[in-house]
């Protein structure tokens, strides 16, 4: 649905950990399918037969049948569907679990179903409860009467209207047949119970903090973001220094610092690897300096490195210090965007005249708006066509694939086994032609730990 | 909050009075079919859903809007009045916190009824949700304000209705959308200075539901006293297995 009611919804639109519950629908349809879904008896009360009640072992069997899911993983499941609102239990409502036994229960009308459009309103549970308060004085609870007060409290410019619209449902609700206002009343209440739950339990809907924006979805791309861990794994996987093998090798193992070397930011002939990483994205490429210098030539022969100027200046300004922050705007204005400027940048008018008048009075992020701007050209125009160019070609072809280290230059050390076996041998060599005097012993004895003592250490 | 003595004033007021009443008389009925209009949206996707229902739905929604382009008109026509006097004044506020407050349920309401006419779809017969109900066309009636409703019996569902429908009520819940929007920009309503006149509870309203009060605690009480000596006998049983 396109509509967007912010003012409505005060941007608490996202409530992330709701995202199952899309899921929890489609069960629930199945589940109440006439033909392959619960089977489904008639509730009696008194005189009045309802139709559409299950049974909560019913439930069971038919969700650990369906899911091919052992009977106590049927039961959390069917709680969770219980918690959440979507099925409710005729008796003992208050507890939000399913027992497998032949406790009733019924499917709740879609119109009560939890969602993650729209918040569950308070004036809502005030004209609910104003609705109870109605049919009987007094049938409030302890913590719905201190709602109901603090709702009083709060909402009093629009008490009337709620007094009035509880009234007004009341009435409507006796226009309806009797066993229809049963179950409608049974409905509302397992809403609320739901929403609105009594002290000292939990509820279902606790997701955590409101989101500002959907973490379902990545506002740009529209991609999810499990698509976009999984895109992310796949592609740094190979680059990975634990998951895959760090040629020549990783220092920290062998000593040798190589790799290092290799890799370092001003290196003349870059390794494949590194060379390989600047293709996956501009960020990439820009935050390499090696890869940045590849860049900056290869703009210099397209005559368009005021770009990439432009935007290290930005850079610069940003990260730079307070004191030189004045003096470094102004250069860059000189430098970049005045009239006629040596390295004039390419930027929208809009763009230039909000830059402009911002710097007149110059902060830290005063030139994000144009960095943006040249940051998306590179990005769009000039990347594409460096990476068919010659001095990426020339590059890639120059890149070296160091071999894996071979470990032959390893220092042999005395493994600490090899060594007591040694002592053991020792010893019974000393035991075999022992000398009788015991002080003769241990001197030959601690004389021995000391010639062994400098091999110790390595 | 002192009443302004009516009786002592000229025809501004008394033309002001009328006004007022003609506005709570508006705003009254608004109320009530809004009321009515959850009743009827809280069986759509149910097994009590149709085409009647959504006929009803859509009469029903009708009703409501064209009452609410009315008392939109006239409180907004009076409350930019400066002219209005003080106390007038406070209750056309009232009027219009109570009709700002109708207008936001009733776009919940049709925003849900959009949502699940798009998860359940009528089409389809079986996956509408058993949920124990019989039928609401009373409730209509209710809301239309007519003795009874011509039951107009269309069994098959013409085809592109679904989804004609669905662009109707988008455009209506657009429409809501910019008439709470116009309102909050041409009249400024200061909320925390309104207030009520009404009492905090309801009063219980006579020919109380004793009938299905009694069968909802019948229905309580009836596992109740089974489920006590249950809960019983598996402690004992619990402790016999320790």
């Not at chain 1, 009611?5 to 109440?32: F, I, S, T, W």
């Not at chain 1, 008896?41 to 049948?65: F, N, S």
């Not at chain 1, 794994?233 to 920290?252: E, M, Q, R, V």
């Amino acid at each position: 649905m396109t509509i967007r009611n912010a003012l409505r919804d005060h941007g608490q639109r996202y409530r992330p950990r709701m995202a199952c519950l899309k899921k929890a629908e489609k069960v629930l349809l199945e589940m109440q399918d006439p033909c392959t879904g619960v089977k489904s008896q008639p509730q009696r009360l008194v005189i009045t037969i309802i139709p559409h009640a299950i049974t909560g072992e019913d439930i069971i069997a038919w969700l650990a049948d369906r899911f091919q899911i052992d009977a106590q993983e049927a039961r959390s499941f069917g709680s969770m569907l219980v918690a959440l609102g979507y099925i409710y239990p005729l008796q003992d409502h208050k507890r939000l679990v399913i027992k497998p036994d032949a406790s009733l229960y019924r499917f709740q009308t879609p119109y009560f179903w939890p969602t993650q459009q729209w918040p569950v309103e308070d004036t809502d549970y005030a004209i609910y409860l104003a609705k109870r308060n109605i049919r009987k004085k007094g049938i409030l609870e302890l913590h719905e009467q201190e709602q109901y007060n603090h709702l009083h409290k709060w909402m009093n410019h629009k008490w009337d209207f709620v007094v009035m619209q509880a009234k007004e449902q009341y009435r409507a609700a006796k226009e309806r047949k009797k066993p229809d206002r049963v179950v409608f009343d049974c409905q509302e209440r397992a809403y609320w119970v739901v929403h609105r739950p009594p002290p000292g339990t939990v509820s279902a809907m606790d997701y955590g903090l409101d989101r500002r924006t959907d973490p379902n979805t990545d506002e740009v791309t529209g991609e999810s973001p499990h698509d976009l861990l999984v895109k992310y794994s796949a592609t740094y996987s190979g680059h990975d220094p634990f998951l895959s093998k760090c040629l020549p090798s990783n220092p920290w193992l062998t000593d040798d610092t190589t790799y290092w070397t290799l890799n370092m930011s001003n290196v003349e002939i870059p390794t494949k690897m590194r060379v390989e990483r600047w293709t996956f994205s501009f960020k990439e490429l820009l935050s390499d300096p090696r890869g940045r210098d590849d860049f900056r030539l290869f703009l210099k022969k397209e005559f368009s490195g005021e770009n990439l100027a432009f935007w290290e200046g930005c850079e610069d300004l940003k990260w730079g210090t307070a004191v030189a922050m004045r003096e470094k705007a102004e250069q860059i204005y000189k430098t970049f965007l005045a009239r006629g400027a040596p390295r004039w940048i390419n930027i929208d008018g809009k763009t230039m005249e909000i830059t402009v008048k911002g710097l007149k009075h110059p902060h830290r992020y005063v030139l994000d708006a144009a960095q943006t701007h040249i940051y998306m050209l590179m990005k769009k125009d000039s990347y594409g066509r460096y990476l068919k160019s010659p001095v990426f070609k020339e590059t890639l072809k120059k890149a070296i694939c160091p071999e894996e280290h071979k470990f032959k230059n390893r220092r042999p050390s005395l493994s600490p086994i090899i060594i007591r076996q040694q002592e053991q041998e020792q010893r019974a060599k000393m035991a075999a032609n022992a000398p009788v005097d015991i002080t003769q012993v241990m001197s030959k004895l601690s004389k021995q730990g000391k010639e062994m003592g400098p091999r110790h250490s390595k | 909050m002192p009443l302004v003595n009516n009786k002592v004033g000229d025809d501004c007021t008394a033309s002001g009075d009328k006004a007022l009443a003609d506005g709570k008389a508006l705003v009254d009925s608004l109320i009530k079919v809004v009321a009515c209009y959850r009743h009827l949206a809280s069986c759509v996707g149910g097994c009590t859903d149709s085409l009647q229902l959504r006929n009803e739905l859509r009469q029903t929604r009708e009703k409501a809007q064209n009452l609410a382009g009315d008392i939109c008109h006239h409180l907004t026509s009076h409350l930019r009045d400066k002219s209005l006097p003080d106390g007038q004044r406070k209750e056309m506020e009232l009027l219009w916190v109570a009709f700002s407050s109708c207008l936001e349920l009733l776009h919940v309401d049709m925003c849900k009824v959009l949502n699940i006419s798009g998860i359940v779809s009528l089409a389809d017969s079986a996956s509408l949700v058993h949920t124990g109900l019989e039928g609401c066309s009373d409730v209509a009636a209710r809301a239309l304000s007519l003795p009874d409703l011509n039951q107009a019996q269309t069994d098959s569902l013409p085809a592109g209705l679904e989804s004609q429908e669905r662009s109707t009520m988008e455009l209506e819940i657009s429409q809501i959308d910019r008439m709470i929007d116009d309102m909050e920009m041409k009249v400024n309503v200061l909320r925390w200075m309104v207030e009520p006149h009404g009492p905090q509870y309801a009063d219980p309203l006579s020919s109380t539901d004793s009938a299905s009060m009694a069968l909802q605690s019948i229905d309580e009480e009836q596992q109740a006293p089974t489920s006590q000596p249950l809960c019983q006998r598996s402690h004992i049983f619990v402790l016999l297995l320790l």
